[in-house]
């Protein structure tokens, strides 16, 4: 079943469930791509002080379309807010990310859930 206010078909790309029921602001097509960790990066605390729990940040890489919009946007963010530095394996995994998110919007296929093929060393 398709939400009303879809007025054009959801891409392939997109793995977001709509519904009737979606807020204006909720209201996107989305393909999310697994979070890797930055290990070069300081670990953050994803614990209460009491009890500190040291994680690495994690770098978001997704492709994103709110339903007015004429084109997708690649999005980046972290798991932190803050200047991100990467190893350059960590650049080139990212760059595979990207390029595959941008394959996806341009030939509106699904986007790959295989990422075997793409190592770091």
């Given at each position: 079943m398709?939400?009303?206010?879809?007025?054009t078909?959801?891409?392939?790309?997109?793995?977001?469930?709509?519904?009737?029921?979606?807020?204006?602001?909720?209201r996107?097509?989305?393909?999310?791509?697994?979070?890797?960790?930055?290990?070069s990066m300081?670990?953050?605390?994803?614990?209460?002080?009491?009890?500190?729990?040291?994680?690495?940040?994690?770098?978001l890489?997704?492709?994103?379309?709110?339903y007015?919009?004429?084109?997708?946007?690649i999005?980046?963010?972290?798991?932190?807010?803050?200047?991100?530095?990467?190893?350059?394996?960590?650049?080139e995994?990212?760059?595979?990310?990207?390029?595959?998110l941008?394959r996806?919007?341009?030939?509106n296929?699904?986007?790959?859930?295989?990422?075997?093929?793409?190592?770091?060393?």
């Open positions: 398709s939400a009303r206010w879809l007025t078909p959801c891409p392939a790309w997109c793995a977001t469930t709509h519904s009737d029921h979606d807020a204006p602001a909720d996107e097509h989305q393909a999310l791509l697994p979070e890797f960790p930055l290990m300081r670990f953050v605390n994803g614990g209460p002080p009491s009890e500190p729990r040291y994680e690495p940040v994690e770098l890489v997704e492709l994103d379309q709110q007015r919009e004429t084109e997708p946007r999005v980046i963010g972290a798991s932190q807010d803050g200047d991100m530095h990467l190893t350059l394996d960590e650049a995994l990212h760059a595979h990310l990207v390029l595959e941008v996806a919007a341009r030939t296929t699904p986007v790959s859930d295989d990422f075997t093929a793409v190592e770091i060393e």
